[in-house]
């Protein structure tokens, strides 16, 4: 299994996600720099964006909240360009 990069202060705050996240891949003997496994990950991102719609449309959480989450799910969107 790959050891993910980084681990160093630094690292900006997205490399810094795409560790995080590559780290969770390679727990499952994944990696977000195959790029079938890559765009897999980002359509899922896509769908939680989605869902984070639906919700704003049932009164679940507001836009607002909607607009943070997203901005984090951006972030998240970006780790395989990261690696």
Known sequence: ???PPGHGGDRTP???????MEAWFLSVQRSLTDPETAFIYRRT???VEHLLKGAVAKDLITEEQRTQLTDILEAA???????
Do not use: F, Y
């Open 77 to 83: 969107r970006q780790a395989p360009d990261h690696l």
């Open 14 to 20: 997205i490399e810094a996600v795409a560790d995080d």
């Open 1 to 3: 299994m790959r050891t």
């Open 45 to 47: 991102v896509e769908i």
